[in-house]
Nanobody, 122 residues
């Protein structure tokens, strides 16, 4: 089992950057795929990025490709989401998730953090 805690959210101006962290506890982090998802008010939760346990497979949503970078440090049990060139439409609660296989589908992830708010002012 994996417990996840996100941090790094906040208020930033459009064009700015933030780095989200997802600290994991549990003995299976290094063998777990990690994903980042987001949910804006009144909208469904949507896929942002995902990375396999080894980092060899990475997926991005088209809306963030070229601006966001997902990474992980298995020695620190932490996954990251570097967000650059932020836009107002990136405003949402960001969640990290973990599961055995890398996927774009939130239904495939069994373990979730509580989320961290990202607000981008235009």
């Amino acid at each position: 089992q994996v417990q996840l805690v996100e941090s790094g959210g906040g208020l930033v101006q459009a064009g700015g950057s933030l780095r989200l962290s997802c600290a994991a506890s549990g003995r299976t982090f290094s063998s777990s795929a990690m994903g980042w998802f987001r949910q804006a008010p009144g909208k469904e939760r949507e896929f942002v990025a995902a990375i396999s346990w080894s980092g060899a497979i990475i997926y991005y949503a088209d809306s963030v490709k070229g601006r966001f970078t997902i990474s992980r440090d298995n020695a620190k049990n932490t996954a990251y989401l570097q967000m650059n060139s932020l836009k107002a439409e990136d405003t949402a609660v960001y969640y990290c998730a973990a599961d055995r296989l890398v996927s774009r589908d939130p239904d495939n992830f069994d373990y979730w953090g509580q989320g961290t708010q990202v607000t981008v002012s235009s």
